[in-house]
């Protein structure tokens, strides 16, 4: 008791450190605006040879009229600016959840074998989405920091070496799962009922062929937040969306399919929305020129990867720790199963905001690096960090408020309807607190390339406390699933510790020179 007393002044003191004055950069409204150039240079960028895009060029490497800060340095970013890439990624991420949610409900109605496989199979889903996600932010990473630093033709560079990473590996991951599918669900859930597993292998083997699409879109997605225009991905997010949905209701309610009624509309979605993304990414008026010939860079690949890997390890491995610790769920029958499944949708509502915030740290942080800028980075890292906490503070609170009849969409016996809602109750209570600092601010020293510090805390911190602790408190004590996500608090209280004491110590500013 006493050492856990003591964490929790550490982890206060940490809190208070970080959100304290000294780390706050105030606004200097009376100083005079102008146009930002970048330490050194000679003013007014090279002309654009894009047609019509010097002015997109010149806003995004200069931008509007903004206040000044502390020591008359104007900005990166406005308060609109920052809105503008921020609101269209809640809308991404809002309509991504609803879909998931959206599959859930209607898979339901296919029995609790279908709902617990679609289920299981989704975890492995998650895992190969992060790789390709943790990819897509090593290219926006490098393409951010190209564009604060004011180097137009790296940036495009790094924009085609994205595009062409992504292609090749969704083509190798989709093949893997396909020809896999069924070892694979054996290795990470052990012995389940028949059913389930049949269940599972059907849908992973169809879900796979969408992998080279999803991955093409997520590398798409990234080059146009790296920008700041986040408005096209909401545009095809929510075409995509609409194609799912629409989907799903026709082939499981009107041809009477079964995971496979969800799996295919995912597949049609997926390849509509990687045409599209590539169709924009290629015209000719877009602010970055993507070559249309494509050949493997090894200097920029390597850059692209050096960010990309560690994150790719370190989010795969989380996400292999989840799995891991839903077999252990598992054990305990179709009831855990189906209650973990639920709890996960409608957690996943509480963090949208969190999420998209996060996607827009990315881009605010590393074009701060670029431009060399440490204490901007400070001011937007404390600033989005804030909006965070509002956001996610009522979301989660919605959620607690409307949580039983949230949980009654589903078709749940009472057994299970009553664990999804304790298990929700947990997560919703404990992230309006952790959740923000635990995967909100590591985005951050991503951003300016401290990416190994980040990855190093988040496997050793899935180690030790959520699995280890989920071992104990789910499989020796007996707690099934309300033990594993204690365990998951606990996890996230370690991650805010180390990445505070991270952010304040500065020793990121080590880790973010140009390259």
């Known amino acids: 008791m006493g050492d856990r007393h003591g964490k929790l002044i550490f982890v206060g003191y940490s809190l208070h450190r970080f959100t304290s004055s000294r780390w706050c950069v105030k606004m200097d409204t009376s100083a005079a605006t102008g146009r930002m150039h970048a330490p050194g240079s000679g003013g007014v960028p090279e002309k654009c040879p894009v047609p019509g895009g010097e002015k997109r060029m010149t806003k995004l490497l200069h931008g509007n009229e903004k206040t000044s800060l502390n020591g008359g340095r104007e900005p990166l970013f406005s308060q609109k600016e920052l809105l503008v890439l921020a609101v269209p990624l809640l809308v991404e991420q809002l309509l991504e959840v609803t879909v998931g949610m959206a599959d859930t409900m ?139 949905i629409v989907g799903n209701a026709v082939c499981i309610f009107g041809f009477k399919m079964g995971v496979d009624g969800v799996a295919w509309p995912s597949v049609v979605s997926r390849v509509v929305a990687a045409a599209l993304i590539l169709r924009k990414c290629y015209r000719e008026d877009a602010v970055l020129t993507v070559p249309k010939t494509l050949r493997l860079d090894g200097g920029m690949a390597k850059r692209i990867l050096g960010i990309g890997i560690p994150s790719a390890f370190e989010n795969s491995l989380f996400e292999a720790g989840r799995i891991l610790v839903v077999s252990m769920i598992s054990t305990f029958g179709t009831v855990q199963i189906a209650a973990n499944a639920v709890a996960n949708n409608l957690d996943g509502m509480g963090v949208i905001p969190g999420k998209a915030i996060s996607l827009a740290m990315i881009t605010v942080v590393g074009r701060c690096i670029g431009a060399g800028d440490h204490e901007q980075t400070v001011y937007y890292t404390r600033k989005l960090l804030l909006w965070a906490y509002i956001t996610m503070g009522l979301s989660n609170g919605a959620i607690l408020l409307f949580l039983r009849q949230l949980v009654g969409i589903y078709a749940l016996s009472g057994e299970t309807m009553e664990l999804a809602i304790t298990l929700v109750t947990i997560h919703a209570g404990c992230a309006i607190i952790f959740w923000p600092l635990s995967f909100v601010l590591p985005n951050a020293l991503r951003a300016a390339n401290d990416v190994k510090f980040t990855m190093v805390v988040s496997i050793l911190s899935m180690a030790c406390w959520r699995l280890g602790f989920s071992y104990l408190l789910c499989v020796r004590m007996g707690w099934g699933a309300v033990g594993v996500w204690v365990a998951m608090v606990i996890d996230w209280t370690c991650r805010v510790t180390c990445f505070v004491v991270r952010f304040v110590s500065g020793a990121w500013k080590k880790k973010c020179v140009a390259k």
């Open 106 to 244: 209607m898979v339901s109605r296919c029995g609790e074998a279908a709902i617990s496989g679609v289920s299981l199979v989704d975890m492995i889903n998650n895992l190969i989405i992060v790789l390709f996600a943790a990819l897509a932010t090593g290219g926006a990473v490098v393409v951010s920091q190209y564009l604060g630093a004011k180097d137009r033709p790296d940036a495009d560079k790094s924009a085609g070496q994205l595009l062409l990473l992504s292609g090749l590996s969704g083509m190798v991951i989709g093949a893997v799962c396909f020809v896999l599918a069924r070892p694979m669900i054996r290795l990470f859930y052990g012995s389940i009922d028949a059913d389930v597993l049949d269940a599972g292998v059907k849908y992973l083997q169809i879900i796979a062929l969408s992998y080279p699409f999803l991955a093409l879109y997520n590398g798409g997605a990234a080059l146009f937040r790296s920008i700041g225009n986040s408005k096209i991905s909401m545009q095809i997010s929510f075409l995509m969306n609409i194609i799912n």
